[in-house]
Every structure is written in C-alpha cells, then in structure tokens.
T-cell receptor, first 114, second 114 residues
Framework: AQSVTQPDIHITVSEGASLELRCNYS??????LFWYVQSPGQGLQLLLK??????LVQGIKGFEAEFKRSQSSFNLRKPSVHWSDAAEYFC????????????FGGGTRLMVKP | DAGVIQSPRHEVTEMGQEVTLRCKPI?????LFWYRQTMMRGLELLIY????????DSGMPEDRFSAKMPNASFSTLKIQPSEPRDSAVYFC????????????FGSGTRLTVV
C-alpha cells in the first residue's frame, strides 16, 4: 500500500521569502501525486498534480512541485511567499491498484511573518 | 459548476441527539468520500462510495455512524446517538473514476456536540 510523509508539521517563513514543503511517498510503481491547500475554515483545494510527463509541474497561485523518483519525493515550492499563502498544505498519493483512493499526508501548517 | 455542496455549514447539537450531514457531489463524478478532520487525528477517511455503492467503510468509527448514497447526486452521513468526541469538521469529496483526477472537496460541516 502507498503511504505519504510530510516531515514538517509547522513551517514559518517571512513574506517574500522562498518556500519549499517536503513530501515523501512510498509506492512501488509510478504514483499519482497531488498537493492540496486548506485555508482556515475551508475545504481542501487542489494546487497541482503529477502522474506522467514533465517532472516539474506548475499549479495555481504560483506554486510548482517537482517529482523526483530517485528520492521518492514531490516537494512543493514557491519563489516568493505572500501573506495569503498561510494555510495548511497536504500531499497525497494515488495508485492504479487503489482505484480512486488517495492517501494523504499529515499536513504542513505554513505561517507567514510580515 | 457549483462544486461539492455540503449542508449544514455548522451544526451544534446536544449529546444523544441524531445528526445528519448532507452532501451533493459534482454532477458526473462517480466516487464520493466522507472525511473527518480533527486537530488530534488529522484527516481521516470514514467511507467511500463508487457508483453509489459503499466500497470501504473501515474508517467508520462505530455503529453510531452510518452513511448512505441513495442516488448519484446525494449522500448523507448520520450519527446516532451523537457524543462530544464526534465534534469535528466533516468533509465530503467527489471525483471522477481513476487515480489521475484527484478529489474536489466541499467546504465542510463543523459539528459541535455539547
């Protein structure tokens, strides 16, 4: 079965600084990888996804993520963080043998300092 | 597209009362998921349906919880009787068939049992 680890529970960055949120997955074949963002009081919103092709994927709100098979990672990045990016971020993995099921990581809470 | 619609947004009830949460998935989506989110346990999958049929309910905490999907456009999650430890945010999500699509989440129902 697939699994997802987000090593950082909390991260604080200054506004304008770059951001990288880590995600490591465990799955034998090529995974389907997702990043979601949850703003306070809201549901989870899809930021971006990867399942084939270019390993660097662009998403909404200026986010990107890079799939690195050798490291089993799918880290989320943003070159310059805005105060409105403060939220919780979830990495998720799906697999062909899991039907529509996604496995979610525990989430990383991002705080942005002015 | 109106997205996944959940009602009510907030529910406050007394211990022992029955609570029913409602979800309308996106038209054309054939999978539906119920999640519970708490600070202590994070995001937990309760049950998921495929083509209106429950596929995996192993996450349902106990017999007090039940879920139905009588047709492709409506699902309910019922708690009877409710207990204070059921206080959480309950999310519904829907998806198309296959792992590549990811989920679309509703805005959630915040349940408080006093």
């Amino acid at each position: 079965a697939q699994s997802v680890t987000q090593p950082d529970i909390h991260i604080t960055v200054s506004e304008g600084a770059s951001l990288e949120l880590r995600c490591n997955y465990s799955y034998g074949a090529t995974p389907y990888l997702f990043w979601y963002v949850q703003s306070p009081g809201q549901g989870l919103q899809l930021l971006l996804k990867y399942f084939s092709g270019d390993t660097l994927v662009q998403g909404i709100k200026g986010f990107e993520a890079e799939f690195k098979r050798s490291q089993s990672s799918f880290n989320l990045r943003k070159p310059s963080v805005h105060w409105s990016d403060a939220a919780e971020y979830f990495c998720a993995v799906g697999a062909e043998n899991a039907g529509n099921m996604l496995t979610f990581g525990g989430g990383t809470r991002l705080m942005v300092k002015p | 597209d109106a997205g996944v619609i959940q009602s009510p947004r907030h529910e406050v009830t007394e211990m022992g009362q029955e609570v029913t949460l409602r979800c309308k998935p996106i038209s054309g989506h054939n999978s539906l998921f119920w999640y519970r989110q708490t600070m202590m346990r994070g995001l937990e999958l309760l049950i998921y349906f495929n083509n209106n049929v429950p596929i995996d309910d192993s996450g349902m905490p106990e017999d007090r919880f039940s879920a139905k999907m009588p047709n492709a456009s409506f699902s309910t999650l019922k708690i009877q009787p409710s207990e204070p430890r059921d206080s959480a945010v309950y999310f519904c999500a829907s998806s198309l068939q296959g792992p590549a699509y990811g989920y679309t989440f509703g805005s959630g129902t915040r349940l408080t049992v006093v």
